[in-house]
């Protein structure tokens, strides 16, 4: 086999115990995550967004082709025109392009086509999935997987985000073309999520739900 190209993996082997606790305070730090909708309009420390982007980034991916980009929008001025823009699909699918099944799953989250947390969370993420890339010489390059990476990616982000002390919500006023077009990205780039990040209202109250247990989750074959 040849070995150029390659180096040394960089892993520590654990102890058991250490690893139970590990697993454990991951599980209770996840469980503490929740989609927010009402943001303070408090700055961000600078740099934090930087190191979770950074992790996002660490992500597996179809050929490592890496197929994404993040934006981060904070002019107060654009992240207006973004809120009118998705407020103007979200009326859209509220009266109409969903249906009642979908209309009555999103009761018990109080959503509606009132988007203000666009313009108060201090931050959005526009996470774009590349649909191919384009080589230096101009050339169009294939991308695998890219639904999948990105999606991987978007998860390390929420909690890389959550993990720094920030509150988010995923959100996907869809179609989300207009994201291409008020961000002036290339055609090869999908909006794929609009995550607002910041801290959560001082009055913040979130749907009470229930996650599936670990009876429902897991599944052992024998
Ligand atoms: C792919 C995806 C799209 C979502 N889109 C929206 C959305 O457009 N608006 C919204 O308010 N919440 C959206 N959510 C958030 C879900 O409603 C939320 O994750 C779910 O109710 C569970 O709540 P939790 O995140 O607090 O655990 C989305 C979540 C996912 C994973």
């Known amino acids: 086999m040849d070995t150029s190209g390659f180096q040394p993996l960089d892993h ?7 690893m139970q606790r590990r ?5 209770v730090e996840a469980q503490r995550r929740r989609s927010v909708r009402e943001f303070s309009s408090d700055p961000i420390p600078e740099g934090v967004l930087d190191h979770c982007i950074l992790t996002a980034g660490s992500a597996p991916s179809g050929a490592h082709k890496e197929p994404w980009t993040f934006v981060v929008v904070t002019d107060p001025v654009k992240k207006r025109a973004i809120r009118e823009a ?3 699909e979200e009326r859209e699918n509220y009266s109409g392009r969903m249906n009642e099944e979908w ?6 989250l109080g959503t509606n086509a009132e988007k203000s947390f666009l313009e108060t969370a ?12 384009v080589a230096p010489d101009g050339e169009r390059e294939q991308c695998y997987y890219t639904q999948e990476s990105v999606g991987i990616a978007s998860g390390f982000l929420l909690m890389a985000l959550h993990h720094a002390g920030l509150a988010t919500l995923t959100h996907t006023p869809s ?3 207009f994201l291409t077009k008020l961000l002036g990205r290339p055609s090869n780039e999908k909006p794929y999520l609009l995550i607002p990040v910041g801290y959560p209202a ?10 599936r247990s670990l009876e429902q989750l ?3 074959e024998s």
């Open 12 to 18: 520590q082997r654990l102890a058991p115990d250490e």
């Open 23 to 27: 697993a454990q305070a991951l599980n």
């Open 86 to 88: 998705a407020e103007e």
């Open 103 to 108: 209309i009555k799953d999103l009761e018990r």
């Open 122 to 133: 201090p931050a959005l993420i526009i996470v774009l999935r590349h649909a191919w890339q």
């Open 175 to 177: 179609p989300m073309g």
């Open 202 to 211: 001082e009055d913040c109250t979130v749907p009470t739900l229930e996650r």
């Open 218 to 220: 897991r599944i052992q």
